[in-house]
Structure formats: structure tokens, C-alpha cells
């Protein structure tokens, strides 16, 4: 079940001791793993299981009851933050892909966490702007369009309690942050975020070198 170009800092070798040694996916994560593998290139957009292990767990951690995804895709990440709220816990997940997300709320059926979710099928800005402004939310993690990035981030920001966690994958853009000759626009607005959560005195951050790349962010 490894992911090698996600994690392409790592070894397919030490990738794979890497999934062995850390909580396995279980057979409904293996399965959709299986299946989203099938649609070709954009496979990649899924996270990669040692993510969604962390995801889980970091989520079990911080006691979240009130949880944010912004970017659904195929339902592997959703999957794992519903499973680590607390049990009256809720998770909205913001997308726009009626195809992709009809592939989620299957497995979300499977993994027995479909009570826990609202899917929006919308702009994810507009879904954002429409909830109410009160500092409620403890976890969100944000995996959709790059340039989008810093828009669902200040919307969640207003929304989210003080000590809550914003999550913010594909930091590291298969590297292209830190090549000085990629200036295409996806690696373009990648930095410019960075770049902004990094000097944002309302948080704290550390990046971590999960898959491809992973911020979290604490609010203070």
C-alpha cells in the first residue's frame, strides 16, 4: 500500500517500514485505496496512509467535536478525521465533484462514520462565508486548490477556537517550494502561502515532512 511519488523524499523501502511500523489501514481504507487507485493520475490527490493515520489520530488527540475538510476527493481523509472526533462529533466536508464524493459517501457508508459527515457541494469559499463566525470549530484540514489555499484558511481561521488546529497539505509541492527555477502558478501560490501562515502572529506553525508536506497550525 505504498504511496512512493506522495512521500518522494522517502525510499519505496523506507516508505513501506515506514506504513508497517505506524496503525495499518484497515480493509475499508485498503479497498478505497484500490479503487481510487483506478482513476488514473489523479489518484495522487489522496493522501497517503501513513496521513491518514496521523490525521486520525491527531484528531483523537485534540478532542475534536466540531471538524472542517476543505477538499474531499474520494472520502480516504474524511474518512480518518470522522473516525477520531469525539462520539458526538461532526465533520463538514467542502467540495465541488458530485463523481468524486459519490465515491466517498460509499465508503463512509462502510466505515460506518456517514452520520458524522455533511457533504456541501459547493465553492468552498462560499460554503466558509455562509457559516456562522463563532469560534467553534477545533480541527480543519485544507487539501484542495492551491490558490484557493489562503482564503479557506482566513475563513477558518475566523471560525475556529483558540488552542483548535488548521491542517494544510502538499506544503512541500513535490519539492518545487524550494527550487528557484519553478515559478509556475501552483508553486507560485504554494509559497505564498507558506509564506503567510509563517509570518502570522495570531499562530503558531510547524511544517512536517509528511507525505508532501503538512502544516499545522495552532491558533493562540
Known amino acids: 500500500m505504498a504511496d512512493g511519488p506522495k512521500s518522494w523524499f522517502l525510499t519505496p523501502a523506507v516508505h513501506q517500514y515506514l ?14 485505496a484500490r479503487e481510487t487507485q483506478s482513476v488514473g493520475p489523479l489518484a495522487l490527490m489522496q493522501i ?3 496521513q491518514g493515520a ?10 475534536a467535536r466540531r471538524a ?26 467542502c467540495d465541488v465533484s458530485e463523481e468524486w464524493t459519490a465515491i466517498a459517501r460509499r465508503y463512509w457508508d462502510k466505515a460506518g462514520v456517514a452520520d458524522r459527515i ?27 486548490d492551491k490558490p484557493g489555499y489562503p482564503v479557506y484558511y482566513e475563513e477558518i481561521l475566523k471560525r475556529l477556537r483558540p ?10 509541492w513535490m519539492g518545487r517550494v524550494a ?7 501552483q ?9 503567510k501562515v509563517a509570518r502570522d502572529a495570531r499562530v503558531e506553525c510547524v511544517m512536517i515532512p509528511l507525505s508532501d508536506g503538512l502544516t499545522l497550525i495552532r491558533k493562540r
Open 179 to 185: 527550487d528557484p527555477s519553478a515559478d509556475d502558478p
Open 48 to 50: 497517503a496512509p501513513e
Open 163 to 172: 488552542g483548535g488546529l488548521i491542517l494544510a497539505d502538499n506544503v512541500l
Open 118 to 144: 455533511e457533504l456541501r457541494l459547493a465553492p468552498a469559499a462560499d460554503t466558509l462565508r455562509a457559516l456562522p463566525e463563532t469560534p467553534d470549530v477545533d480541527l480543519a484540514f485544507i487539501d484542495a
Open 54 to 63: 496521523f490525521l486520525e489520530l491527531l484528531t483523537r488527540l485534540v478532542g
Open 19 to 32: 506504513i508497517e511500523h505506524g496503525s495499518p489501514p484497515d480493509p475499508v481504507l485498503q479497498e478505497l
Open 187 to 195: 508553486t507560485q501560490a504554494i509559497r505564498a502561502f507558506n509564506a
Open 68 to 93: 472542517i475538510e476543505v477538499g474531499t476527493f474520494t472520502g480516504y481523509s474524511s474518512i480518518c478525521i470522522a473516525r477520531g472526533l469525539a462520539p458526538d462529533g461532526r465533520l463538514l466536508c
